[in-house]
């Protein structure tokens, strides 16, 4: 990701003369170096000329835009910038920006203190003023408050610095969906075009026709030596490596997993889904396949799932490099018991990155909707703080629900469960998480990640003008069932006709 860009803009003006200016360029550019040196941030924060007039401002924002590489803007106003001097460039600018309300200086010099100082490092009050015409022009933006090397203030920028990664990679994502939506099946439904409005990226249908001649264009001998690769990433029980027809299963997995990946790859293609329903032509449902592919990057949804493969995808960017996987989900099962606790899997499609140990590869029967066996891989996820999160189509808007949740390891082994699973505790308990995902009309699938945090979410969803709830420790349904009704107030009247 060190090829894509913050640009760090800092605002000011002539009033204070070009000593003062030269000081501000050297500071804005201390704090740049700082950040970047921390390695903490997942893209290379850029240190732009401080802007001093209207024509400098719209200027740095119209380079903003067409710059490819540059996924978003950190703004800081050192010393006092009018705000009126924004409002071109605020008006034109398209991508994401961070208000960094910080000072260069932590302490303040109490025996040295002038008013020189005082007119250099004022931000105290300039950010207030910058943060003025944010709120007057109705912009949605991300304030962060401290000191610039304060870890708080770090991890902030480093969390919205992913959700502008996921931002972009939302407006160039492509989604391939082999077949349709699982028949009578609602939530995975949905209006196409409104979300690549409101999200960017493009979803586009394929019959399983065009998959089944790039899969059967697979040699043999590719699958073959697929099969090493298998051999080396997971364990497999020398039963299954010498029965004949356990080969068969992994060596079809291989060129369904090959096929797939030649078809999205050439197609420009970084999430898809399937269909248990749409799979003429093909041996099956592909079961390591698709656990292969998302765990090298694709998004991926069941049973058409389109909004959820997008948002597999999106936050498998925004984790890239953090400890922790990312994987397409569904609320499979409960346990009733001291600390309720929801089992989550799917048929066959849970990804290997989010594994607490290096996954057993077997062959069993699939019995849902088409009857095969399949080999599949078979883990049990990593414990640890973990979310959940379903983007949903509301009809006339977007809604992102977000649940956190605790992984935690399984009281006991499941023998004679042949799909991989991840065992969690969602916040603050089931009762009100479920409810709450519920009266939200939360999907009974989600992407479930490990590394990416509440915050980005967040962060991202406001990057796209789209509601977002959040079920965690402190929900209460009460106030919850107020907020959708509140949301559903302002999104209306924020819409428009
Ligand atoms: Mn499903």
Known sequence: MLNKEIWFVTGSQHLYGPKVLA?????????????????????????????????????????????????????WMHTFSPAKMWISGLNELQKPWLHLHTQFHAKLPWSDINMNYMNTHQSAHGDREFGFIGTRMRKERKV???????????????GWCRAALGWAESQSLKVARFGDNMRHVAVTEGDKVAAQIAFGYQVHAYGVGDLVNVVNEVSDAQAKAQLEVYQNDYQISDETWKDEHAQKMLLNEAKLELGMEKFLTEGGFGAFTNCFENLTGLTGLPGLATQRLMAKGFGYGGEGDWKTSAMVRI????????????????DYTYNFDKVDQVLGAHMLEICPSIADAKPRLEVH???????CDVARLLFTAKTGPSICVSPIDMGNRFRIIVNEVDTVAPPAGTPNLPVASALWEPKPDL????????????????????????????????????????????????????????NAAYYALKQGV
């Open 431 to 486: 009762n009100v998480s479920a409810a709450a995902w519920i009266y939200a009309g939360g999907a009974h699938h989600s992407a479930y990640s490990q590394a990416v945090t509440t915050d980005i979410i967040e962060d991202y969803a406001e990057m796209a003008g789209v509601e977002t709830v959040i079920i965690d420790e402190n929900t209460t349904l009460r106030q919850f069932k107020n907020e959708l009704r509140q």
């Open 144 to 158: 962060v408050v401290g000191h610039w090397q304060a870890p708080h203030v770090v991890e902030q920028i480093d």
């Open 365 to 371: 029967r699939h019995t849902i909707g088409v009857s």
């Open 23 to 75: 000081e501000v360029a050297d500071n804005s550019a201390a704090i740049v170096k700082g950040l970047n040196e921390t390695q903490k941030l997942p893209v290379n924060l850029v240190c732009k000329p401080t802007v001093k007039t209207p024509e400098e401002i719209h200027s740095v924002c119209q380079q903003a835009n067409n710059d490819v590489n540059c996924v978003g803007l950190v703004l």
């Open 315 to 330: 936050m498998k960017v925004m984790g890239e490099g953090r400890e922790g996987g990312c994987s397409f989900m569904e």
